[in-house]
């Protein structure tokens, strides 16, 4: 890849909509929706409170301004923050799936998520600073 600033943000909109096509699913999925009614999750696992709508709203927040902060922050912090994201979001997709007994379409959307993660983390990780090191001077 030979822009980061281009790859990076595509490939953080192509996590979005693939977290966000999963929720849409997800609403076909009658046991989904009877314990959503009912203000639980993932087989009544846990309540759905709007504490809980914060926290999920704050963390699709990460992916969304990584489409933005990919392309405005100097390399380094870029970069960084790609890698940290990307590492964080994947513990989080992981660790969802030990909530409950998700179902197949879940698990086909998380490893995608998670490869995708992986991409980005990679990427990010051998990202090469294309401007001259004015810091040094």
Not at 62 to 72: D, E, G
Not at 78 to 96: C, D
Request: charged share 10%; net charge positive.
């Amino acid at each position: 890849m030979k822009d980061m600033r281009i790859a990076l943000p595509a490939l953080w909109i192509f996590m979005v909509l693939n977290y966000l096509y999963c929720d849409v699913v997800s609403l076909f999925d009658p046991i989904t929706v009877r314990g959503v009614v009912a203000g639980q999750g993932a087989a009544g696992s846990f309540q759905i409170t709007p504490a809980f709508l914060l926290a999920s709203g704050v963390l699709m927040e990460i992916p969304i301004a990584m489409t933005m902060l990919s392309r405005v922050l100097r390399h380094r912090p870029a970069r960084w923050a790609n890698i940290g994201a990307a590492a964080f979001m994947a513990v989080v997709q992981i660790g969802s799936l030990g909530v409950g007994a998700p179902a197949a379409y879940y698990w086909f959307f998380s490893v995608i998520e998670v490869a995708t993660l992986v991409v980005i983390a990679r990427l990010a990780w051998v990202w090469v600073n294309p401007e001259p090191d004015r810091s040094a001077a």
